[in-house]
């Protein structure tokens, strides 16, 4: 059975880093496009960013080039998302996708649980 587990989230300083971790049971990351959404109360969930099957990364434009960083160790078959110079912006829910399409064009899309991030002024 497919499982993603998201940790690391917890409440840090403005100015601050934290690293999120999603571990993953059921499938290979390195077979999924995989990543990384937020969703504060009351809005829209939106990515953060994202790394394909062959490591190709894109980051949502609203980032500061360079402030988040998405990577896969692929044997520990575990996401990750180092997040730095936090903003009390970035607080949010953050969730851990993973998903496929089939030659069929069916669509596959495997969610975490989420993990908590506070950044606190």
């Not at 059975?1 to 880093?17: C, D, F, T, W, Y």
């Not at 062959?54 to 692929?74: A, K, P, V, W």
């Amino acid at each position: 059975q497919v499982q993603l587990v998201e940790s690391g989230g917890g409440l840090v300083e403005a100015g601050g880093s934290l690293r999120l971790s999603c571990a993953a049971s059921g499938i290979i990351f390195s077979e999924y496009t995989s990543s990384w959404y937020r969703q504060a109360p009351g809005k829209q969930r939106e990515v953060v960013a994202t790394i394909s099957g062959n490591g190709y990364r894109t980051y949502s434009d609203s980032l500061e080039r360079g402030r988040f960083i998405i990577s896969r160790d692929n044997a520990k078959n575990t996401l990750y998302l180092q997040m730095d110079r936090l903003k009390p912006e970035d607080t949010a829910v953050y969730y851990c996708k993973a998903d496929r399409v089939s030659v069929f064009g069916r669509q596959f899309d495997y969610w975490g649980q989420g993990t908590q991030v506070t950044v606190s002024p």
